[in-house]
């Protein structure tokens, strides 16, 4: 039976990143704030979406102690579009509680960095051995995809990952490897072996077991919703909105959508004209907002009216956008 040696696993990954590394943005020196608000970003999102928001959001909040005296709205707004806003809130906290308690400089251990609010056990490892060089594991899907082929297993990947790190020339080259070969060539489906550094080494690839490895998990119910969405304007052009409360996007501003009665018993006059339909997704929600242009005489208790050009400086989720040009707005 072929047996897999972590330290000579490490080595090829950390050799073959090396030569073969992305030229990403907060590769540039490592700087740990960057590193920690790429890892934020780059949670269920891909790089390419990332890599427009990460200049945005620099440009905007460039250090720590800018981060920690934005407001809510304001980095909120900064994150529209990039979709799980409570994100970026708990990014602002976390950035006030290294400048209450850590005087404006991250921390370099998991310990301290498991302290501060939005990071984890996945972002503290990243944080500490990216930025750091600390000898510290990190598992996420691209991480725990090529451990299983590797080592043709099912197993729990921390420890595995906790082995490959311990052995690693440079935790930084290793974690960012297994990163990066999870997204290039160990993909879910189709993985390009023949050009993967772990080959040799690879229990799965060698015994033609890669489709079995890691074993699907059981999905998720996705849940299939349609819902009209009202663009409604008063004379002076500006757009009905209403600043959300509720868990998923507290403190967004939405239009009006769903069931008209949210529109505390308001006349609408939907006039039959739809303007078409946005497609979007949240978590297992795939929703289909039917856009309507509708009229009200007054805003609704709750709502207020937004000029068009004072969105960019308001939280609001991407279908806002998306429904407004529709409207050719």
Excluded at 4 to 13: E, S
Excluded at 255 to 267: D, F, I, K, V
Excluded at 274 to 294: D, M, P, Q, S
Aim: proline share 7%; glycine share 6%; hydrophobic share 40%.
């Amino acid at each position: 039976m072929q047996k897999t040696h972590p330290h000579r696993v490490a080595r090829r990954i950390e050799t073959w990143f090396a030569r073969h590394q992305r030229p990403l943005p907060w590769r540039d020196g490592y700087d740990p704030y960057r590193v920690w608000l790429s890892e934020i970003m780059l949670q269920q999102t891909r790089v390419d979406v990332v890599l427009p928001y990460f200049a945005r959001f620099l440009e905007r909040f460039p250090t720590v102690h800018a981060l920690a005296a934005a407001s809510d709205d304001e980095v909120t707004s900064a994150w529209s579009g990039l979709g799980y806003y409570r994100r970026a809130r708990m990014l602002r906290d976390g950035a006030r509680v290294v400048v209450s308690q850590f005087d404006g400089v991250v921390p370099s251990t998991v310990e301290a960095l498991l302290a501060i609010p939005g990071i984890g056990r996945y972002t503290a490892g990243a944080i500490a051995s990216i930025a750091f060089e600390r000898r510290a594991p990190i598992v996420d899907g691209n991480v725990a995809r090529v451990v299983s082929r590797i080592f043709a297993t099912d197993d729990d990947a921390w420890p595995i990952a906790q082995a490959l790190v311990d052995t690693a020339t440079s935790p930084r080259a290793l974690n960012q490897g297994l990163m990066e070969l999870g997204a290039l060539l160990c993909t879910p489906r189709n993985p390009a072996c023949l050009l993967c550094p772990a080959r040799p080494d690879c229990i799965a690839a060698n015994t033609g077991r890669v489709d079995e490895f890691p074993r699907p998990k059981p999905k998720k119910v996705t849940r299939e919703l349609n819902i009209p969405l009202f663009i409604i304007l008063d004379r002076k052009g500006r757009v009905l909105m209403r600043r959300e409360t509720g868990d998923l996007m507290t403190g967004m501003y939405h239009l009006p959508h769903g069931n008209t009665s949210l529109l505390g018993g308001e006349a609408l006059d939907a006039s039959g004209e739809l303007l078409g339909v946005v497609k979007h997704t949240v978590t297992n929600r795939r929703i289909e907002f039917a856009v309507y242009r509708a009229t009200l005489p007054r805003a609704p208790r709750g709502y207020e009216w937004i000029a068009l050009s004072d969105l960019d400086a308001l939280p609001h989720p991407s279908y806002v956008r998306k429904a407004l040009r529709l409207a050719n707005l």
